[in-house]
Antibody, heavy 124, light 110 residues
Framework: EVQVVESGGGLVQPGGSLRLSCAAS????????MTWVRQAPGKGLEWVAA????????YYADSVKGRFTISRDNSKNTLYLVMNSLRAVDTGEYYC?????????????????WGKGTTVTVSS | QSVLTQPPSVSAAPGQNVTISCSGS????????VSWYQQLPRTAPKLLIY???KRPSGVPDRFSGSKSGTSATLGITGLQAGDEADYYC???????????FGGGTKLTVL
């Protein structure tokens, strides 16, 4: 079964850092781009970042550029999101999602498999 | 303000049909594929439609998608209580080099 499972969420103070992980199984991880999507409480979906299957190409939403870093370890079938300089507006549910092809940043960058999410709360 | 514009809410009775619109521009919907996502209450989103009109395996044919110019539409026929959810459109924006989601539409089955 194709599956992605997020972990690493928690409570962090403003200005702090957090690393989210996403463990993938059931598919050849390195062949597919991966994406992080977040959802603030009671709000809509917001695309955060994407990385190609090789890890060479990355894309970020303007709201997180320079603060968040997406990466992957294909030997461990794991996707990461390192979040620095966290703000209250970064609070929300963070979803990991698989893309249907290896390349990111194009019209085929839709998300075909989603995880259940991990909760990030930025508060003092 | 989302780059892709959806109505905040739609409603209809069981058995009826409903459509949800998604309006964009030439830098997103106008030159690429649109996908749709269903988010049932308190659950993760799920892919409903991709490549404008294709359904993943397991999605009932009551759900359909179409695109014309810079707008896309999700159609649901024979509404059921279990269809009550938030629906989001999405597309890559070539000018912003970013994926865009619509603001979401809450479907209420009366």
């Amino acid at each position: 079964e194709v599956q992605v499972v997020e972990s690493g969420g928690g409570l962090v103070q403003p200005g702090g850092s957090l690393r989210l992980s996403c463990a993938a199984s059931g598919f050849t991880f390195s062949s597919y781009a991966m994406t992080w999507v977040r959802q603030a409480p009671g709000k809509g979906l917001e695309w955060v970042a994407a990385v190609s299957g090789s890890g060479r190409n990355t894309y970020y939403a303007d709201s997180v550029k320079g603060r968040f870093t997406i990466s992957r370890d294909n030997s461990k079938n794991t996707l990461y999101l390192v979040m620095n300089s966290l703000r209250a507006v970064d609070t929300g549910e963070y979803y990991c999602a698989k893309n249907p092809i290896g390349a990111a940043g194009n019209g085929y960058s839709f998300m075909d498999v989603w995880g259940k999410g991990t909760t990030v709360t930025v508060s003092s | 303000q989302s780059v892709l514009t959806q109505p905040p809410s739609v409603s209809a009775a069981p058995g009826q049909n409903v459509t949800i619109s998604c309006s964009g521009s030439s830098s997103n919907i106008g030159n690429t594929y649109v996908s749709w996502y269903q988010q049932l209450p308190r659950t993760a989103p799920k892919l409903l439609i991709y490549d404008n009109s294709k359904r993943p395996s397991g999605v009932p044919d009551r759900f359909s998608g179409s695109k014309s110019g810079t707008s896309a539409t999700l159609g649901i026929t024979g509404l059921q209580a279990g269809d009550e959810a938030d629906y989001y459109c999405g597309a890559w924006d070539s000018s912003l080099s970013a994926w865009m989601f619509g603001g979401g539409t809450k479907l209420t089955v009366l």
